[in-house]
Protein backbone atom coordinates (compact mmCIF):
# COMPACT_ATOMS: atom_id res chain seq x y z
CA UNK A 1 0.00 0.00 0.00
CA UNK A 2 1.18 3.58 -0.64
CA UNK A 3 0.39 6.73 1.28
CA UNK A 4 0.73 10.23 -0.32
CA UNK A 5 0.41 13.09 1.90
CA UNK A 6 0.26 17.03 0.33
CA UNK A 7 1.57 19.82 2.01
CA UNK A 8 2.31 23.67 0.84
CA UNK A 9 -1.45 25.02 0.22
CA UNK A 10 -2.69 28.14 1.57
CA UNK A 11 -4.10 31.83 0.48
CA UNK A 12 -2.00 33.60 -1.99
CA UNK A 13 -2.50 36.53 -3.81
CA UNK A 14 -2.89 37.07 -7.68
CA UNK A 15 0.54 36.43 -8.92
CA UNK A 16 1.93 34.61 -6.25
CA UNK A 17 3.36 31.28 -5.94
CA UNK A 18 3.26 28.24 -3.88
CA UNK A 19 5.10 25.18 -3.90
CA UNK A 20 3.53 22.23 -2.70
CA UNK A 21 4.65 18.55 -1.74
CA UNK A 22 3.39 15.41 -2.15
CA UNK A 23 5.52 13.01 0.16
CA UNK A 24 5.28 8.95 -0.65
CA UNK A 25 5.49 6.25 2.00
CA UNK A 26 4.75 2.71 2.15
CA UNK A 27 5.94 0.62 -0.96
CA UNK A 28 8.61 2.94 -1.71
CA UNK A 29 10.96 0.75 -3.27
CA UNK A 30 9.36 0.51 -6.40
CA UNK A 31 9.02 2.49 -9.75
CA UNK A 32 5.73 5.23 -9.70
CA UNK A 33 4.30 7.47 -12.02
CA UNK A 34 3.04 10.97 -9.98
CA UNK A 35 0.49 13.43 -11.18
CA UNK A 36 -1.29 16.54 -9.41
CA UNK A 37 -4.06 17.01 -10.21
CA UNK A 38 -7.05 19.77 -8.82
CA UNK A 39 -11.01 20.03 -8.46
CA UNK A 40 -12.31 23.71 -8.09
CA UNK A 41 -16.04 24.00 -6.56
CA UNK A 42 -18.42 22.63 -8.05
CA UNK A 43 -16.41 21.12 -11.42
CA UNK A 44 -15.01 17.88 -11.97
CA UNK A 45 -11.32 16.93 -11.05
CA UNK A 46 -8.89 17.73 -13.67
CA UNK A 47 -4.96 16.97 -14.47
CA UNK A 48 -2.53 19.76 -14.10
CA UNK A 49 0.72 17.56 -14.46
CA UNK A 50 2.70 14.66 -14.27
CA UNK A 51 6.06 12.89 -14.49
CA UNK A 52 7.40 9.62 -14.85
CA UNK A 53 9.76 7.71 -12.17
CA UNK A 54 13.16 8.95 -13.93
CA UNK A 55 11.78 12.31 -13.69
CA UNK A 56 13.06 12.68 -17.60
CA UNK A 57 9.44 13.12 -18.87
CA UNK A 58 6.79 15.62 -17.88
CA UNK A 59 3.59 16.83 -18.95
CA UNK A 60 1.19 19.66 -18.48
CA UNK A 61 -2.22 21.03 -19.22
CA UNK A 62 -2.64 24.08 -21.19
CA UNK A 63 -3.95 25.91 -18.64
CA UNK A 64 -0.51 25.85 -16.08
CA UNK A 65 1.92 25.22 -18.97
CA UNK A 66 4.72 27.96 -18.68
CA UNK A 67 3.54 28.87 -14.91
CA UNK A 68 3.82 25.23 -13.32
CA UNK A 69 6.59 23.35 -12.59
CA UNK A 70 6.34 19.31 -11.44
CA UNK A 71 9.93 18.09 -10.35
CA UNK A 72 10.50 14.90 -8.18
CA UNK A 73 13.30 13.86 -5.17
CA UNK A 74 12.87 9.48 -5.36
CA UNK A 75 15.54 9.42 -2.73
CA UNK A 76 13.11 11.68 -0.29
CA UNK A 77 9.89 9.60 -2.05
CA UNK A 78 8.77 13.53 -2.63
CA UNK A 79 7.06 15.48 -5.52
CA UNK A 80 6.91 19.01 -6.03
CA UNK A 81 5.04 21.45 -7.99
CA UNK A 82 6.07 24.86 -8.29
CA UNK A 83 3.22 27.22 -9.07
CA UNK A 84 4.04 30.54 -10.10
CA UNK A 85 1.77 33.27 -11.66
CA UNK A 86 -0.98 31.82 -9.98
CA UNK A 87 -4.36 33.23 -11.15
CA UNK A 88 -7.81 33.18 -8.91
CA UNK A 89 -8.75 30.70 -11.65
CA UNK A 90 -6.26 28.40 -10.29
CA UNK A 91 -8.11 28.08 -6.76
CA UNK A 92 -8.84 24.85 -6.24
CA UNK A 93 -8.50 21.24 -3.86
CA UNK A 94 -4.86 20.16 -5.13
CA UNK A 95 -4.78 16.28 -5.18
CA UNK A 96 -1.60 14.20 -5.44
CA UNK A 97 -1.93 10.64 -7.28
CA UNK A 98 0.79 7.97 -8.04
CA UNK A 99 0.71 4.68 -10.04
CA UNK A 100 3.32 2.11 -10.10
CA UNK A 101 4.64 2.60 -13.25
CA UNK A 102 7.90 3.64 -15.24
CA UNK A 103 5.98 5.59 -17.81
CA UNK A 104 3.85 9.18 -17.29
CA UNK A 105 0.13 9.24 -17.14
CA UNK A 106 -2.78 11.62 -17.61
CA UNK A 107 -5.96 10.74 -16.64
CA UNK A 108 -7.70 10.30 -13.48
CA UNK A 109 -8.57 6.90 -14.40
CA UNK A 110 -4.73 5.27 -14.69
CA UNK A 111 -3.65 6.30 -10.83
CA UNK A 112 -4.32 4.01 -8.03
CA UNK A 113 -3.40 5.97 -5.13
CA UNK A 114 -4.22 9.48 -4.07
CA UNK A 115 -3.92 11.81 -0.80
CA UNK A 116 -6.33 14.01 0.86
CA UNK A 117 -5.87 16.99 -0.84
CA UNK A 118 -4.35 20.71 0.16
CA UNK A 119 -6.55 23.95 -1.04
CA UNK A 120 -4.85 26.36 -2.81
CA UNK A 121 -6.62 30.17 -2.66
CA UNK A 122 -5.59 32.67 -4.93
CA UNK A 123 -7.77 36.40 -4.16
CA UNK A 124 -7.77 38.55 -6.62
Known amino acids: QVQLVESGGGLVQAGGSLRLSCARS????????MGWFRQAPGKEREFVAA????????YYADSVKGRFSISGDNAKNTVYLQMNSLKPEDTAVYYC?????????????????WGQGTQVTVSS
Open 97 to 113: AAKRSSFLFTSIGQYDY
Open 51 to 58: INWSGGST
Open 26 to 33: GRTTNSYA
